[in-house]
């Protein structure tokens, strides 16, 4: 009989949620990430700016997850992680973690068709550089 | 011991800028960049914050309405000086789009404020801020609301000791608009645009405490940014060789005819119809340079870019003993030739330059430099002069039998020296003569003497003792029937 595999997570959430982690620790890590990415972006290229991205980001990942638009708002002058979180905690832990990564890299490919990868790299470092300051939080029903 | 203040200046890292600014950016000072949209003024912007900009020197890019910062970002990193690893270090981007929106010019100033004391910035940049004031909702005429937000930003900004830069759009410099006394500077972008050339243009309206180089100068942005083209007067004199000293030409008797070839330092107009040899000419002076282990640069304006159809000359190019400069961009001025042409000397140690031919060059520059060519010319002449190089200038002359001229533009006295060459018919041939006009503060040959081209190049002829009228084209016998011409060497 094989033995369970470990579940592995998708970037960016890997690393960051213990493998037994359920749809709610998977949604709070991913409005704490979009917290933070508007945290690092806004101040370069608006409120408004960051909401335009992730409104196009929520359409193009719908194409794989419908279910991202369940509860989406449409544009809004500032992201809204409480209503993506309200969203994913309806899902499984992995179609949740799909989604969200899928969004976060969809997200992703947006910014760096714009401005390059080394900006973007540049840009968002404070999210990417600090996993520790999102992970411990999540790890409260282990 | 003195008890003026000192003011620092800063160097731009915009080439040619901080000549025209008279010796670059005063630390401090308040500075409006404005223009047509269009005209460069975020390209100038970022590329002055990329040169200052360090960890010790941080500097705030502020953003308003108008190009969307991501736009900006897209755009400007195309440009070399653009460095990403600064962003977030000693460059930070601020978008203050949602409090411009908000309609409250309190509320964007003290959020400038804000970030400002947060990041203790040196340097500071407002784009755009004429945008922060049609933002404006308080009723109050844009004039009035401008001039107050630019002269409470002044204030704070100079408090701070932070070097800061508005960037504004539209304004009509004949409008006596009352924020250009409040800035300590104005540098003014503007496009100048003839049949189906654009000229960039740069003017230095005011800098406080600083002699400017009046006027307007060219400027180029290219993949490395912006580049200005400061006027050819403020190339540095260098020692010359002394006169004494002579450049030969490679062509032993013309060199006996100057009297020993051309004094070093010099500018000498080869003047003649087509065909009759200047390129050859020119040729021969770059020749013997390399013969003498010389080097030279060839400014070749000919129809055919890239292509250097004297085989002597491609064969010195080739060699890297001549440079070449054949650019034929559509907004050229006779600034960027220079520079062009400099930069090559300075490249190559180069002794000797060649501008083939004026005709050609007048044609190459954009149509706005061609009502000044005169005067331009002057500047290069000038300005080669001082840069201690020999020059060779060709010039097609038409010929005109009944007007002994040697160039169309009244170039001749620009000149230390001048050949006149041209036709003259005799005996049913076409044959060609040549004179040494003028060498300056020289004792030269005042003789007209035949001279053939064949593969060795130029072979200077007999003299034509027994004719006269040879400058009129058709010479006849003369009834003096002198033997010798006079003083021919």
Known sequence: MESPEVRRWPAPLAGRLPPEAGPEQVAALVATLWLQIDQALHPIIGHRGVAALYHRGVTLSAADHPWLLVGHPGLLPVIDPAALRATLVQRTADEAAAGGSALFQTFLALLTSLVGPSLTDRLLLPVWAHPSAVSPAQDSSS | ?489
């Open chain 2, 1 to 489: 011991m003195t008890t003026k203040v000192s003011i620092n200046r800063l160097a731009t890292g915009v080439p040619g800028l901080d000549e025209v600014l008279g010796g670059g950016l005063p630390e401090f000072s308040f500075n409006l960049i404005a223009g047509q949209p269009g005209c460069g003024k975020t390209t100038l912007a970022h590329q002055i914050m990329f040169a200052l900009a360090t960890p010790e020197r941080p500097a705030i890019y502020f953003t308003v309405l108008g190009e969307p910062p991501l736009k900006m970002l897209r755009y400007q990193q195309q440009f070399d000086y653009f460095d990403a690893e600064a962003i977030n270090h000693s460059v930070r981007f601020i978008s203050l789009s949602e409090d411009a929106l908000a309609g409250d010019l309190e509320r964007v100033l003290q959020r400038i404020v804000a970030e400002v004391t947060e990041h203790n910035p040196a340097l500071v940049f407002v784009d755009s801020f004429r945008s922060v004031v049609f933002a404006s909702d308080t009723g109050a005429s844009p004039h009035n609301s401008l001039q107050m937000f630019v002269q409470q930003l002044g204030m704070l900004m100079t408090s701070w000791q932070a070097t800061t830069f508005l960037l504004g759009e539209y304004f009509n410099e004949t409008d006596a608009n009352p924020v250009f006394t409040v800035a300590d500077g104005l540098i003014w972008l503007r496009q100048s645009v003839q049949r189906n050339s654009m000229v960039r243009k740069v003017e230095i309206m005011k800098m406080r405490g600083q002699a400017t180089l009046p006027g307007l100068h060219t400027f180029r942005i290219s993949s490395a940014g912006i580049r200005v083209f400061a006027p050819t007067s403020t190339v540095p004199a260098t020692t010359s060789a002394a006169l004494a000293t002579r450049a030969l030409m490679g062509v032993p008797m013309l060199d006996d005819m100057l009297g020993g070839g051309l004094p070093r330092g010099y500018s000498l107009l080869v003047a003649g119809p087509s065909g009759s040899g200047k390129t050859i000419l020119a040729a021969s002076f770059l020749a013997e340079g390399a013969r003498n282990g010389e080097t030279g640069v060839i400014a070749a304006f000919e129809q055919h870019p890239n292509r250097v159809r004297n085989p002597v000359l491609a064969a010195l190019v080739a060699a890297g003993k001549v440079g070449l400069i054949d650019n034929h961009e559509p907004d050229l001025s006779i600034d960027e030739v220079v520079m062009l042409i400099l930069a090559e000397v300075q490249r190559l140690q180069a002794t000797r330059v060649v501008l083939d031919s004026l005709s050609g060059f007048e044609l190459a520059l954009a149509p706005t430099f061609r009502a000044d060519f005169r005067e331009s010319l002057l500047g290069l002449v000038s300005a080669l002069a001082r840069s201690g190089v020999t020059v060779l200038m060709t010039s097609e002359l038409e010929d005109r039998y009944t007007d002994l001229r040697f160039s169309p533009y009244g170039a001749a006295f620009l000149t230390d020296a001048i050949i006149v060459q041209r036709y003259i018919e005799l005996e049913s041939r076409l044959l060609r003569v040549m004179a040494v006009v003028k060498v300056r503060a020289s004792a030269h040959s005042d003789a007209l003497r035949l001279y053939s081209i064949n593969d060795n190049g130029i072979q200077i002829g007999a003299l034509l003792p027994n004719q006269e009228g040879l400058l009129g084209g058709r010479p006849t016998r003369s009834r003096r029937n002198d033997s010798n011409g006079d003083g021919a060497p």
